[in-house]
């Protein structure tokens, strides 16, 4: 996920330097603009992330991120329905587990199903 954007010149001037020479170029304050310092997101491949409100927009596009990002085994969890849209493109396909959050019972059977999950995403409206 890239929320902000910085420019070409400056990018091109700290993507190789070490975090702490970007934030002494930042106290030096001799730019123009913002400086914008990103760290790689830190995901393990052999993880499993769920998403609750999976199959929604939001959920999607956290599924999408994720993946981009190097997750390899994603589920959506979905308190309606239990099929991935016809229309997803990528090469990861997420797993979709009908789940009510809601019902501690089916939370710990997606637990027990999924045991080596890292992460969780609220996408749910």
Known sequence: ?????????????????????KIQYMREAQHIGKVVVTQPMLLCREA????????????????????EHGARSVVLLSSSRCELPSDW????????????????SQVQAVRQTHANTRGM???AG
């Open 48 to 67: 499993t992330y769920l998403i609750t409100g999976g199959l929604g927009y939001v959920g999607q596009l956290v599924a999408k991120g994720l993946i």
């Open 121 to 123: 995403a609220r996408a």
């Open 1 to 21: 996920f890239r929320f902000f954007f910085s420019s070409r010149v400056l990018s091109r001037q700290l993507t190789k330097v070490r975090t702490p020479k």
């Open 89 to 104: 493109e990528g090469a990861v396909r997420p797993a979709v587990v009908k789940c009510d959050v809601g019902d501690l």
